[in-house]
């Protein structure tokens, strides 16, 4: 049934603001296309990861139960056979104003090996229970 007090020219005029008013509440939606990249590694880090932060000139580095990697441009795995680190199991990342690393390692129980480790980029060096202040590695 019509309703005689529309006319046909003001349900087309409704009907195209309607329309407009649902493209343009669409175009910053679609206007938004975040970059994504995908990264591969060749060297087996295991794929469970704990942690992850961008450190000094947007390095991307990784912390999971089989050791740390870091991505910059390449990919560079580190783990107890190859580093200072005491545990391959990286609990947190965190690096201070100068782009210094600082890892916490081992696992979440008393008597566990780790600690924290900093890494400047050449020198790795250990804080644990037995050389420093920390109440538990």
């Keep these: 049934m019509k309703n005689p007090n529309l006319s046909p020219n003001l349900f087309n005029r409704k009907f195209f603001l309607i329309l407009m008013m649902g493209i343009l509440f669409q175009l910053p939606i679609i206007a938004?296309?975040?970059?994504?990249?995908?990264?591969?590694?060749?060297?087996?880090?295991?794929?469970?990861?704990?942690?992850?932060?961008?450190g000094g000139h947007a390095n991307k580095?990784?912390?999971s139960k089989s050791?740390?990697?870091k991505y910059a441009e390449e990919w560079e795995v580190f783990?107890?056979?190859?580093?200072?680190?005491?545990?391959?199991?990286?609990?947190?990342?965190?690096?201070?104003?100068?782009?210094?690393?600082?890892?916490?390692t081992g696992e979440y129980h008393i008597g566990s090996t780790g600690g924290l480790t900093?890494?400047?980029?050449?020198?790795?060096?250990?804080?644990?229970t037995g050389n420093s202040g920390l109440p538990e590695n």
């Design 32 to 54: 938004q296309n975040p970059e994504c990249k995908n990264y591969t590694s060749e060297s087996n880090i295991n794929i469970f990861i704990e942690n992850a932060k961008v």
């Design 79 to 104: 783990d107890t056979a190859n580093s200072g680190l005491t545990s391959n199991t990286i609990n947190g990342i965190a690096f201070d104003k100068e782009g210094i690393a600082f890892i916490g």
């Design 118 to 128: 900093k890494f400047d980029g050449t020198h790795w060096t250990t804080y644990n």
């Design 67 to 69: 050791g740390l990697a």
């Design 61 to 63: 580095w990784i912390g």
